[in-house]
């Protein structure tokens, strides 16, 4: 299972290599030489990741050095609170693009910690009110930085 | 000369000039904290301030805030896993891991000591290089700047692990780091490539969303798995602070040595903190004894902390060399202080070894005093934002994720700055689940779009012989030599092992 995705992960990367080397076909040579020079060697080394994976060779020492995921966890328990993470990061992504920043930060806060950190109520909104109150102070009084109006706000406004 | 150093202390401690490099150093403080906000940005805003300032105010007050960023942003690189900076990166990779272990104390003081002694050996670098760099500045064209990005990411990339397959999958995530920063128009002609259509994407990925993104959302990802505190255990108050210091006493020369990469990298244009932090790291590596000696690295080593920590704050003394001396700025940040020259109304090059020579040393007195007044606050404070990897998991977690939208957000203040850091913070949690090394992806993103120019330039001008240019023939011997010792280490190491066990038997 972990080789089929370790496989699929190369293989992914392979592919996109492949498509951006392909794309400089039609270009210029001043356009077109670094990506070849990059892309081909790429493409060569995603093959062999490839085929290695498909293969199960031995990969030697497991870890690279880089910092590691938590492994102690059952595998599924770990994949469900995977996905549950990032459908959080992703509902907030989506929440900034619908509603803006300033109307999203508490509401992403408040739906967290009640939802998913089921923290109490008072603890929620406070933590709620000192987020937003940061990002409206830093953000937008010292530092005017301008923040996207959301999609919905937008559509409404016509 | 001695004269105009002592001159230019003494500017820098009149009442006025010290003032506002305390409100630089204060600004610093928080920017580097908060992820994303940069310091070059900061810099930018903060010219305007500088109008009615004497030259040394002025630089006081930029340089306070430039000089400590990076040390600040070390400490939310450990404690969170989210690059305070995008100088600070490469901390995450150790500093963190000590930080889930309960040594969150530990490698603050480790990194916080070494950041001080980069300053302080960067701003010294400064005062004495000043009339002995540019011959060496000047022999490096463009064929040698290529070779110096083609070695730093086969330094990485090498580097990334035990074994062939470790290294391949390191020159892999380097290619395609290199490759990543070919989005966007290319400098030779301004033809675009892969924008996929979208006007975001005409100036490349932005470093911040990108490291953003692949640093802190596979930590955050990560956080909520585990379901506790960044700190498995509590622990307690910082006892390990001044073990921290002692570790970067005890590794001296290490510190010492990644200072001085910091420094180099920084007097050569156009590569910087970004690059220095990993050049740094790889050296902190390759100093390890053998191959299981290197593979505590990644885990929770106190030398992959002290490395970029020394690194990413010695590169601003050798950042202003060859801005202050040959009017050359060697980073984005350094092109927008020398803006801040011709504001105050000076002029870069030989003046400022010369008429102003004391302005000159008392940017050097600023960064030495800047860090040491920051380093000396972030102790007073340490074991408050410490206590701080011991808050429950959920309740830091919708804090953390604010900070990366925000954060990735002030790059370009467009959304697509959000979908760059979804796209890696998704791409780096892959990574990291099929052991992937993620340090030679930013490398290749940070050094392309250096090396394309530097590579057409080269072939452009000297067709294929710039191969044979000396220094280009010592640093392309420097580069096999780099990708060979990891196996030669491996067969000293089996071979040491076959002869203690045949003595054994």
Redesign the interface.
């Known amino acids: 299972m972990r080789r089929n995705a370790q496989a699929l992960f190369g293989l992914v990367i392979l592919l996109a290599g492949i498509a951006a080397v392909v794309a400089t076909r039609d270009w210029k040579i001043q356009t077109a030489m670094y990506p070849r020079v990059v892309g081909i060697p790429l493409v060569i080394l995603a093959a062999i990741e490839v085929v290695l994976s498909l293969r199960g060779a031995p990969e030697g020492e497991r870890q690279a050095v880089d910092t590691a995921l938590s492994e102690t966890l059952p595998p599924d328990v770990t994949a469900r609170r995977t996905r549950v993470a990032f459908t959080w990061i992703v509902g907030f992504f989506l929440a900034i693009v619908l509603i803006g920043f300033p109307a999203a930060i508490p509401l992403f806060m408040l739906a967290y910690l009640r939802g998913q950190g089921r923290e109490s109520w008072a603890l929620s909104l406070v933590l709620a009110g000192v987020a937003w109150l940061a990002f409206e102070l830093i953000f937008d009084r010292v530092l005017h930085l301008p923040f996207a109006e959301g999609l919905l706000l937008q559509i409404l406004r016509r | 000369m001695l004269e105009a150093f002592v001159q230019g202390l003494a500017a820098v401690l009149q009442w006025n000039a010290f003032s506002f490099m305390l409100i630089g150093v204060a600004l610093g403080f928080w920017v580097g904290l ?1 992820p994303g ?1 940069g310091g070059s940005t900061t810099l930018a ?1 903060l010219l305007p301030f500088i109008y009615a300032m004497q030259p040394v105010q002025a630089f006081a007050f930029l340089l306070g805030m430039h000089s400590v960023v990076a040390t600040t942003g070390d400490i939310t690189s450990i404690l969170f ?1 989210i690059p305070g900076e995008g100088t600070t990166a490469a901390s ?2 150790d500093g ?2 000590m930080a889930k272990k309960g040594e969150a104390g530990r490698a603050l003081g480790a990194s916080l000591t070494a950041s001080l002694f980069g300053a302080l050996i960067g701003a010294f670098a400064l005062a004495l290089a000043i009339p002995l760099v540019r011959p060496i500045v000047l022999a490096f064209g463009s064929p040698e700047f290529f070779m110096v990005s083609i070695l730093g990411i086969a330094a990485i990339a090498s ?8 290294m ?5 995530a380097g ?2 780091g ?2 990543f920063a ?1 989005v966007g128009s ?1 400098p ?2 301004a ?1 675009l ?2 924008t996929l259509g979208t006007l975001y994407l005409w100036e490349g990925l932005g470093l911040v969303p990108v490291l953003v993104g692949f640093f802190a ?6 956080l ?4 506790s505190a960044i700190a498995g255990a509590p622990s307690g108050r910082l006892s390990g602070v001044l073990q921290g210091v002692k570790d970067t006493m005890h590794h001296w020369w290490l510190t010492i040595r990644c200072s001085l990469v910091g420094t180099y990298i920084g007097i050569l244009p156009g590569l910087g903190g970004a690059v220095a932090q990993w050049l740094a790291y790889a050296h902190a ?1 390759q100093s390890a004894k053998d191959p299981v000696d ?2 505590r ?3 929770g080593d106190v030398r992959g902390v002290i490395g970029p920590g020394a690194a990413n704050n010695s590169k601003e003394g050798g950042d202003l060399i060859p801005t202050v001396a040959f009017g050359i700025p060697g980073s984005s940040s350094m092109a927008i202080l020398l803006g801040g020259f011709f504001l105050v109304g000076l002029v870069p090059g030989p003046d400022m070894l010369t008429r102003h020579l004391a302005v000159t040393y008392s940017m050097v007195w600023t960064i030495i005093l800047a860090n040491i007044i920051t380093v000396g606050v972030s102790f007073l404070f340490l074991n408050r934002l410490a206590q701080l990897t011991v808050i ?1 998991g ?2 830091l ?3 953390l ?2 900070l990366i ?2 954060g990735s ?2 790059n370009n ?3 697509g700055d ?1 979908v760059v850091t ?1 796209f890696f ?2 791409l780096g ?11 030679p992806l930013v490398l290749g993103l940070v050094l ?1 779009k250096v ?2 120019r530097y ?2 330039i080269s ?1 452009a001008r000297y067709g294929l012989d710039w191969l044979g240019r000396p220094i280009v023939l010592v640093l392309i011997a420097l580069t096999v030599l780099v990708v060979a010792l990891p196996f030669i280490q491996e067969w000293r190491a089996r071979d040491r092992m076959r002869r203690e066990t045949a003595h054994a038997t």
């Open positions: 908060l906000l805003l896993g995450i990779l963190h891991e580097l990334s692990g035990r074994g062939p397959r470790a391949l999958r390191g020159f892999l290619c395609l290199l490759m070919a290319d030779q002609a033809n490539r892969y959302i596979p930590e955050i990802v990560d909520a798995v585990r379901g590596v290197r593979e690295f990644g885990k429950r959920t309740v977690i919708p804090f994720t604010l939208f925000t957000y002030t203040n467009a959304l959000l979804l913070g998704l949690y892959f990574m990291l689940r099929f052991h992937w090394p993620r340090a392309g090396a394309e590579l057409w072939t």
